[in-house]
Nanobody, 123 residues
Framework: VQLQASGGGLVQAGDSLRLSCAAS????????MTWFRQAPGKEREFVAS???????LYGDFVKGRFTVSRDNGKKTVYLQMDSLKPEDAAVYFC??????????????????WGQGTQVTVSG
């Protein structure tokens, strides 16, 4: 199984970025796909998830700024991030899990992880 994240970069506060995560080696439609992030010295944090039934969940800090989506035909999950803030700077990871909805916010429940893509936001 491979999850290949891309789309990170250096942006200014208020800008937008779109992250992508392409999956291979798994039956994509069987998995919820989730984005986590981790800043230096901090724990991995839940960002957003889209279930196999396209239900979406978001971290409390998102407050309408991010949108998670999936394209099952392309086996890809996206994270559209708007109105970026300096505190959004982190390495963003995609992950796949077959757990039920209530477990999606917990990193330990994930079977597969991508390598991460760096997002830097200058203020």
């Amino acid at each position: 199984v491979q999850l290949q994240a891309s789309g990170g970069g250096l942006v200014q506060a208020g800008d937008s970025l779109r992250l992508s995560c392409a999956a291979s080696g798994l039956t994509f439609t069987n998995y919820a796909m989730t984005w986590f992030r981790q800043a230096p010295g901090k724990e991995r944090e839940f960002v957003a998830s889209v279930t196999r039934y396209t239900r979406t969940l978001y971290g409390d800090f998102v407050k309408g700024r991010f949108t998670v989506s999936r394209d099952n035909g392309k086996k890809t999950v996206y994270l559209q991030m708007d109105s970026l803030k300096p505190e959004d700077a982190a390495v963003y990871f995609c992950a796949a899990s077959a757990v039920v909805l209530s477990g999606l916010r917990t990193p330990d429940n994930y079977h597969y992880w991508g390598q991460g893509t760096q997002v830097t936001v200058s203020g």
